[in-house]
Nanobody, 125 residues
Framework: QVQLVESGGGLVQAGGSLRLSCAAS????????MGWFRQAPGKDREFVAA????????YYADSVKGRFTISRDNAKNTVYLQMNDLKPEDTAVYHC??????????????????WGQGTQVTVSS
């Protein structure tokens, strides 16, 4: 069993930065691929970024490439999302998710094993 708790959201002006954290409980955190997703009001959930269990490979949505960086610290059971040059269209609730299969996490996230409750990110223009 893995529980995920996100933090680090808030209100920031366009062009600013935030770093989201997702703390995981459970001794098998390092076995899971981790991902970040977001959902804006009235819109479908969308993939943001994912990282392999080893941290050796990362994947990003085109909309955030070059601005967001996903990383993980398996010793701290935590995955991060560094968000730079934020835009109003980045406003959403950001959720982290975990799955033993990276492919499932990226292509079929609705089937992922675990989800956090989310943290609100609001970017003002």
């Amino acid at each position: 069993q893995v529980q995920l708790v996100e933090s680090g959201g808030g209100l920031v002006q366009a062009g600013g930065s935030l770093r989201l954290s997702c703390a995981a409980s459970g001794r098998t955190f390092s076995s899971y691929a981790m991902g970040w997703f977001r959902q804006a009001p009235g819109k479908d959930r969308e993939f943001v970024a994912a990282i392999r269990w080893s941290g050796g490979a990362t994947y990003y949505a085109d909309s955030v490439k070059g601005r967001f960086t996903i990383s993980r610290d398996n010793a701290k059971n935590t995955v991060y999302l560094q968000m730079n040059d934020l835009k109003p269209e980045d406003t959403a609730v950001y959720h982290c998710a975990a799955d033993t299969n990276l492919g499932t996490l990226v292509s079929r996230p609705q089937e992922s094993d675990y989800w956090g409750q989310g943290t609100q990110v609001t970017v003002s223009s």
